[in-house]
């Protein structure tokens, strides 16, 4: 069962001071999932008859600007905005807004994920907004396989979108999650796309989020077999580059851009985990892969405020060494009862 605040003791704000958990990582890295809902329905991520919040019960934008606020006084220095697909909420513009109006004065970086099919309507919004780099979930350049992938999406609506946002000025990193059978003979393809566009690609690992409805074990990829096949075709640098996430960037010689790897499954990050996450409804996850979390809903509605600097002392307490993601025929099961789209990627 989730541990929630209203079940421990009160711990006394420290105001001012960092985050920094009891395994003594300072958490700089709040993301945010302003929705659980999506306009696609990828295989890997959500089932084909998902079950979305009652509008009712996430955050306001006030209420998500005050926990952002909350969390930028005690030393977190980037957002970013998730879903679902956060681009699909209602009036978003006026969130990113108000959150990007706490740039320069603490906040050092707002950025999103997106799938990239609201990004025409909206890129140059979020330019003006602050977001000058953004990532965009692309799993292949196929619009067959595209569609077959995400169940209702159309890759030429993505492409003008990437398009859109480039031509506002923001940086574009692709995002491909490397599902064996699927799309692990396009990896070499969007690499070289990417890269001739100057966008840098992470690869991703599937982890077992949530009933999907495919069969995880048969599907995964590990990112040690395709960085390997990589190597047989490029020369790949170790470079200094992050981000302030969980991926490890190469340099591409052949085309001077970056390859990351994001590895939950094949190598944990956990030792460096800089970040946690908040749920529309305002649960705060300290881990992917555990189920822990802090209701600040619940504080933020019955105390105010001022009740947050003690939640978020609590959450510290409670934030795991690291997840337990274990994926083989013997546990074919999700690590986690909720969906990936609900946690915010």
């Known amino acids: ?9 009160r711990i006394e ?15 700089s890295y709040l993301r945010i999932s302003v929705t659980d809902r999506c ?9 084909e008859d998902m079950q979305f919040l009652p509008r009712k019960e996430v955050l306001s934008f006030e209420e998500l600007d005050t926990i952002a606020s909350a969390f930028i006084r005690r030393g977190v220095r980037k957002i970013r905005l998730t879903g679902g697909e956060p681009l699909v909420r209602k009036d978003i513009m006026a969130l990113v807004e108000r959150i990007g109006g706490h740039l320069g ?9 997106t799938n990239g099919s609201q990004l025409r309507r909206h890129a140059r919004g979020l330019a003006a907004a602050g977001v000058r780099r953004i990532n965009v979930s692309l799993d292949t350049l196929d619009p067959e396989r595209f569609a077959a992938i995400t ?3 159309r890759l030429a609506d993505v492409l003008d979108g990437i398009e859109a946002a480039d031509e506002a000025g923001i940086a574009i990193k692709i995002n491909m999650v490397a599902v064996r059978g699927s799309n692990d003979d396009e990896i070499e393809p969007m690499l070289r796309w990417a890269h001739a566009r100057g966008y840098g690609l992470t690869m991703i690992e599937g982890m077992p989020l949530g009933e999907v409805g495919i069969d995880r074990v048969e599907s995964y990829l590990s990112l040690r077999e395709v960085r390997a096949r990589l190597a047989e075709r490029f020369t790949l640098e170790q470079t200094p580059h992050r981000t302030g996430g969980p991926a490890r960037y190469e340099r591409v010689a052949e085309t001077g851009g970056l390859v990351g790897f994001i590895t939950p499954m094949s190598h944990n990050f956990c030792e460096s985990c800089n970040r946690v996450r908040l749920t529309a409804t305002g649960q705060l996850f300290m881990c992917l892969g555990q189920e822990d979390m802090v209701d600040l809903r619940a504080v933020l509605r019955e105390e105010g405020p001022d009740g947050l600097d003690a939640a978020l002392d609590r959450a510290m307490l409670l934030k ?11 546990n074919p099961a999700p690590a986690v009862s909720r969906h990936m789209s609900v946690t915010g990627g």
């Open 105 to 113: 004065h603490g906040l050092e970086e707002l950025t999103v994920t």
């Open 39 to 47: 306009d696609f329905r990828c295989v890997y991520c959500m089932s």
């Open 320 to 330: 795991p060494e690291g997840h337990d993601f274990v994926l083989d025929r013997a």
């Open 13 to 27: 704000p420290t105001g001012a001071a960092g985050l920094v958990d009891r395994y003594g990582r300072t958490i």
């Open 1 to 9: 069962m989730p541990v929630t605040l209203l079940a421990q003791p």
């Open 151 to 153: 169940r209702r999406g």
